[in-house]
């Protein structure tokens, strides 16, 4: 089984930056999905972007595009969330997801869940 650790969470002001981080245990492949989503006060768990653990494919939803970045490190079982140019509506519980097999955009579609990384962002 795969077990998920975010780190990196923290207190901002809006236009700076956090690196989020997420470790992962036990066996992994290439064929993986490595996901990040997010989840504010009232409201639904939201995909936020989406690497395979090939590196091969990234996603991102339409919020994120050109201010946060995904990346994998394979050799230490690490995928990262680079976040830049933060909002204060990017504040949120930050989750680390994986699923086998699909990169997919829903929150149902993975296997496997971190237990979630604050993220504050003030104006």
């Known amino acids: 089984q795969v077990q998920l650790a975010e780190s990196g969470g923290g207190s901002v002001q809006a236009g700076g930056s956090l690196r989020l981080s997420c470790a992962a245990s036990?066996?992994?492949?290439?064929?993986?999905?490595m996901g990040w989503f997010r989840q504010a006060p009232g409201k639904e768990r939201e995909f936020v972007a989406v690497?395979?653990?090939?590196?091969?494919?990234?996603r991102y939803a339409d919020s994120a595009k050109g201010r946060f970045t995904i990346s994998r490190d394979q050799a230490k079982n690490t995928v990262y969330l680079q976040m830049n140019r933060l909002k204060p509506e990017d504040t949120a519980v930050y989750y680390c997801?994986?699923?086998?097999?699909?990169?997919?955009?829903?929150?149902?579609?993975?296997?496997?869940w971190g237990q979630g990384t604050q993220v504050t962002v003030s104006s």
């Open positions: 690497i395979k653990w090939s590196g091969s494919t990234t």
């Open positions: 036990g066996r992994t492949s290439s064929t993986y999905a």
């Open positions: 997801a994986a699923d086998p097999y699909y990169d997919g955009i829903r929150d149902y579609q993975y296997d496997y």
